[in-house]
């Protein structure tokens, strides 16, 4: 199964701060969840939904735009087999299903930026492991998403 990058298509949701841009979901996990059931509950609640978490990208440090607070966010990609009609930030978010490309210009934060390019190598580099002549469309449901916790 051969994956190159312009058929790849990553869901991004609008910040609920008008012409802050687009991000990947993202939010805090719980004492009582795991780092993995907070990242698939941040996607439904944010850009609704749902689907398969996957391995983790990685572990990025960054501050808060806001104040000087320092956090850490954990990058994961969801591999999406629903969308849901309705869902609690449906109000207040977009979510839009973009290429990689137009994700690199769109997305505000640098290291879900750098986040992106991870996941584009894995998925072009499994893809590639794989050595068949089949390319792989990834439509909606079935594409992917990152989501953040932080």
Partial sequence: MVVIEEEIEVLVITSQ????????PKGGWEI?????????RETIEEAGVVGDVQNKLGKWNFKSKNNDTCYEGHMFPLLVKEQLD??????VRQRIWISV?????????????EALELLVNRLCSQGNEAKTDQVVHLARPG???????A
Wanted: aromatic share 12%.
């Fill in 101 to 113: 490309r137009e994700a690199r210009k769109v997305c505000q934060y640098w290291w879900m930026q």
């Fill in 32 to 40: 009582d969840e795991s780092i993995e059931a907070a990242a698939l």
């Fill in 17 to 24: 701060r008008k012409g802050k841009g687009m991000l990947f």
């Fill in 143 to 149: 594409n992917i998403t990152l989501v953040a916790n």
């Fill in 86 to 91: 309705l869902w609690p930030e449906k109000d």
